[in-house]
């Protein structure tokens, strides 16, 4: 790819990626870029390479060719823990907290301080570690719920806290696999409340299901099937495009 | 220095009952040979406190700790050895001073390996730093290919057999399946007497708490949360930033340590080491003191260890044969009834009973009879 090629305000720029496993290619010569501030959702039918796609990002899967740029860094090469540190962060699809420890710990843990392994052992829960927890706290309304054990929380709770674990790494891109899945009503819109606030300053990469949530939050949406793009644009053209509903929509 | 913040209450309970028992009650208790076989007991509980780290904690089980207690405990045993085969004492050997069982077995000079262990200093180095690397090797070897779990059990349990064919098979260098045996004097000072043993005793479970003291203040560190962590959600603790092959790396090496500190005072407690401490079954034994102790509870796996290794005692004094179906079973119950092993059972069961006591009485003192009951049975 020639420099200057692309535009320069592209946070994300995935080109060529294709991961084969044992030859079959989950994920197919796929390239898209993400902006700045933007919130990008991804959906597509079951097996299209979704959750694929942000673990090659994350660097859980190995990419068998092609590359990711963020900030004009090469991901496919670096280990998670040093994407992490680039600003990268990645929620799953099952809340994956640490139910043994309390709401403050788990936050704590992701405050991005101390993550060596001296760090950690001389690390300090000094005030700035409290008001950034308290105030992370705050924002995904577990606020009052600070001291309780992580297996104590309902499931919405659950997949706030692993946003919060996200939010208080303070990541220039979120990526979030299905976050409003397995959630009430209430829980839903809170939550789309919760996205809205929290991309300020960031980009949010979201995989998701749920239509009416698409609509809420999504500037742009990516449709996936069989490891390609399908269809790419605003809601509205995607909503529209003739290909889209013949795979997925129209179920 | 121990405040109510260092431990919570019930670990305030089992260190303080800990204390009393093995400063208190055990020495008055006692004649020097029973203290003695405790003294063997507790260089076990070192190893305990390694596996509530690496174990408990950070969920990497290792059924090799046999291995680094050995480690520590044949350097100690190598200057020890060194400073009882001084050329008087084996003025009837073919090369005088050497250790005896290298004369026994042909070889004329010191080997190179066992030359710095004339120096204690270097021995006390060594005793922290060869079991340290040797787990810093299998650590950044195993972890950093993501090696766990089962796998790394295995491995762990082969290297205990590789360990204990070596330690057999040299027997030039190691003393072979004997060990090394006979040693007489540390500086000078006979550590056969029962005023040595009494001393020893004395110093070990200074070292004992000293290592509780460490492993606790570990645990109370971020490390020691991360270390959790990373037992129930590998990922989420690598997408927060860390590598966990490095914090894994670290909780297996310190409870190498750990364990090798645990040898070398079992070299001086018992007055030789072999390679029966090393292999398989004394590696798995270790495992299971911990878990009928606790092995998320550094005193519940001490008091597992001492209680185990007096059953131990006591019945394969009498039966012989049963012992070994008895630790079996020991640890089969342990494993699908009470999964946090003594320590589980005194948080779930006692713990709460006390509690009850309190409120129910109130104002009114309680007998000091229902806390002394209690409490040496965690």
């Known amino acids: 790819m020639l420099i200057g090629h692309q535009p320069k305000d592209f946070l994300l720029a995935v080109s060529g990626l294709t991961v084969s496993f044992d030859g079959f290619k989950a994920v197919n010569d796929l390239s898209f870029y993400v902006e700045e501030s933007e919130i990008r959702v991804i959906i597509g039918p079951n097996g299209a390479g979704k959750t694929t796609v942000l673990d090659l990002i994350c660097g859980k899967t190995r990419a068998t060719a092609g590359s990711i740029q963020f900030r004009g860094k090469e991901l496919t090469r670096m280990k998670e823990n040093e994407i992490v540190k680039t600003g990268v962060g990645r929620k799953f699809q099952t809340p994956s ?22 760090g950690s052992l001389t690390f300090r829960r000094d005030a700035t570690v409290k008001r950034r927890v308290e105030e992370v706290a705050e924002m995904i309304f577990l606020k009052d719920r600070l001291n309780v054990y992580a297996d104590e929380l309902s499931h919405g709770q659950k997949q706030w806290l692993e946003i919060g674990m996200l939010l208080i ?8 696999d299905e976050p409003v899945a397995g959630m009430s009503v209430s829980e839903r819109s809170k939550t789309a409340e919760l996205l809205n606030r929290i991309i300020k300053n960031r980009s949010v990469l979201v995989i998701e299901h749920d239509m009416k949530f698409v609509e809420d939050i999504a500037h742009k949406v990516t449709v996936l099937h069989q490891g390609q793009i399908l269809s790419e644009g605003t809601m ?3 909503k529209n495009d003739p290909k889209v509903i013949e795979v997925y929509l129209g179920h | ?21 093995l400063i208190v009650i055990l020495p008055l208790a006692l004649d020097v040979f029973r203290l003695n076989l405790v003294a063997k007991y507790l260089t076990y509980a070192f190893v305990a406190i390694g596996l509530v780290m690496c174990w408990g904690y950070g969920g990497i089980l290792s059924l090799g700790q046999g291995v680094f207690f050995g480690l520590g405990g044949y350097c100690m045993a190598m200057f020890l050895k060194l400073e009882a ?47 340290g690397i040797f787990a810093f090797i299998i650590g950044a070897a195993m972890f950093k290919r993501r090696v766990g779990g089962v796998y790394f059990a295995i491995i ?21 399946i004997n060990g090394i045996t006979d040693l007489r004097t540390l500086y000078g000072w006979d550590i056969r007497t029962d005023h040595a043993k009494l001393i020893l005793y004395f110093v070990e479970v ?90 998320t509870s550094i005193i519940g796996a001490i008091f597992g260890t001492i209680l185990v290794n007096f059953a131990k005692t006591s019945l394969s004094e ?21 999964p946090n092993g003594l320590a589980g059972i005194w948080a779930d069961h006692v713990q709460p009973r006390i509690d009850r006591l309190f409120a129910s009485r109130g104002s009114k003192t309680w007998s000091d009879g229902s806390v002394a009951d209690g409490a040496p049975a965690e």
């Not at chain 2, 220095?1 to 028992?21: C, K, P, Q, Y």
């Not at chain 2, 069982?101 to 005793?127: G, R, V």
């Not at chain 2, 762990?156 to 072979?176: C, D, H, P, S």
């Not at chain 2, 009498?318 to 009470?338: C, D, E, R, S």
Request: net charge neutral; charged share 15%.
């Open chain 2, 206 to 295: 200074a070292f004992l708490f000293a290592s509780i003291i460490a492993a606790q203040f570990i645990r109370l560190t971020k490390l020691g949360r991360i270390l959790v962590a990373m037992r129930e959600q590998e990922d989420r603790v690598r997408f927060s930033g860390y590598s966990v092959a490095n914090f894994k790396i670290f909780s297996f090496c310190a409870a190498a340590i750990f364990a090798a500190i645990g040898g070398a005072l079992f070299t001086l407690e018992v007055g030789f080491m072999s390679p029966s401490f090393v292999g398989i079954v004394p590696s798995i034994e270790m495992v299971i003191y911990t878990a009928v102790g606790g092995r």
């Open chain 2, 85 to 131: 085969s001084i050329v008087e004492n084996t003025k009837m050997q073919s090369t005088p001073g050497i250790p005896d069982f290298m004369d026994w077995n042909q070889l004329t000079a010191l080997p190179f390996l066992w030359k710095p262990f004339h120096s204690f200093p270097f021995t006390l180095l060594a005793i922290v730093l060869v079991p």
């Open chain 2, 1 to 21: 220095m121990i405040n109510s913040r260092f431990f919570n209450r019930s670990e305030l309970v089992g260190f303080i009952s800990l204390a009393l028992l």
């Open chain 2, 318 to 338: 009498t039966f012989p044969q049963l012992w070994l179906f008895g630790l079996g079973a020991l640890f089969i119950a342990v494993v699908l009834a009470f």
């Open chain 1, 97 to 118: 907290i640490f139910e043994d420890l309390t709401v403050f710990e788990n936050l704590e843990i992701s405050f991005p301080r101390g993550r060596s392994v001296f």
């Open chain 2, 156 to 176: 762990t349990q082969a290297i205990a057999a590789i360990m204990t064919i070596l330690i057999v098979g040299q027997q030039g260098y190691t003393g072979g």
């Open chain 1, 236 to 238: 509205e053209r995607v």
């Open chain 1, 169 to 176: 790494q303070d990541p220039d891109l979120l990526m979030l």
